[in-house]
């Protein structure tokens, strides 16, 4: 980076701005720790069966490849074992923590039963973490949502990486008729707000040059009726007046019906945000026009 180069835009605060709702409000399970838990807990339960993902295999196929055999590897919120499963087969150690109770029992009993003793768990809120043990990679993909001090976890990131820091995020677009039905029908949709743009901007801010990597994705939605298939693909229309019928029909340019469903293919992107540590980074020690832009 050049010491010139001033990008003069607070990527942290619109980083929070993002966690916001359409209305300006902070959704409660930003903020309220119990009710991000019992979400948690319900939601697990429909995990256990379930399994991993298989949309992101993509993703966690280049994600592995940047493990190497053997390395003490830390996980940051790691969800349903996505990407955890694959880590603690290549990794010598797997340290996974979350400020999910419901999370790190899910995944402790998957590890007790496959036999696992390399694997351990913290139960903590990572950007609140005091000093861990070093890893030689640390990576998190998808847990940054609740985090409002984002430049601190980013920070702790790099600082607890030996070899390598990853930040992964699932990034769009969103369905595609979701946009025909903004540009014609005058619709307010809501978009997601935040991406892994503001992380990668963040981190240059902080002196940090990470690699990026794109990464395609693919997932289909199958739907037994109509109804199922509109209540989830018209939830983002803000607008509670609407042509329903023409936003429909803009639905169904992108769906075909197979074998008695209706299916949706729809076509996306993620990122992989990684670098090697080049020293440890400091709130106190970052320079003060950061301090001002970023607001460490």
Not at 29 to 47: A, C
Not at 105 to 126: C, D, I, P, T
Not at 245 to 253: G, N, Q, T
Not at 272 to 293: F, M, S
């Amino acid at each position: 980076m050049y010491y010139g180069v001033k990008l003069n835009t607070n990527y942290k605060t619109l980083w929070q701005e993002g966690m916001k709702d359409w209305d300006g409000n902070l959704p409660v399970r930003m903020t309220d720790d119990v009710k991000e838990e019992g979400f948690w807990n319900t939601f697990m339960k429909k995990k256990e069966q379930a399994g991993v993902d298989s949309w992101v295999a993509n993703l966690r196929k280049e994600l592995i490849t940047l493990i190497d055999p053997g390395e003490d590897v830390l996980e940051i919120g790691p969800g349903w074992g996505n990407y955890t499963f694959e880590a603690a087969e290549k990794a010598g150690s797997l340290t996974c923590v979350d400020s999910s109770e419901s999370v790190l029992a899910f995944l402790k009993a998957s590890a007790e039963r496959k036999g696992w003793n390399h694997v351990n768990f913290v139960h903590a809120k990572w950007e609140e973490l005091p000093e861990v043990k070093r890893a030689d990679v640390v990576f998190g993909v998808n847990c940054y949502y609740r985090m409002q001090e984002i430049d601190r976890a980013l920070l702790h990131i790099n600082n607890t990486a030996k070899r390598l820091g990853i930040a992964g995020m699932v990034s769009g677009p969103e369905r595609p008729h979701y946009k025909d039905i903004q540009e014609q029908l005058g619709c307010r949709i809501k978009f997601q707000r935040r991406d892994y743009i503001h992380l990668q901007n963040l981190l240059y801010e902080l002196g940090i040059d990470a690699n990026c990597k794109i990464v395609n994705l693919h997932k289909t939605y199958a739907y037994d009726t109509e109804e199922e298939l509109l209540k989830d693909n018209l939830s983002a229309v803000l607008d509670k007046e609407y042509d329903r019928k023409k936003a429909v029909e803009l639905l169904y340019a992108y769906v075909r019906e197979e074998d008695g469903k209706l299916i949706y293919p729809h076509n996306f992107k993620a990122a992989l945000l990684y670098w090697k540590p080049e020293k440890r980074l400091e709130p106190a020690d970052l320079p003060t026009e950061v301090k001002q832009v970023v607001g460490v």
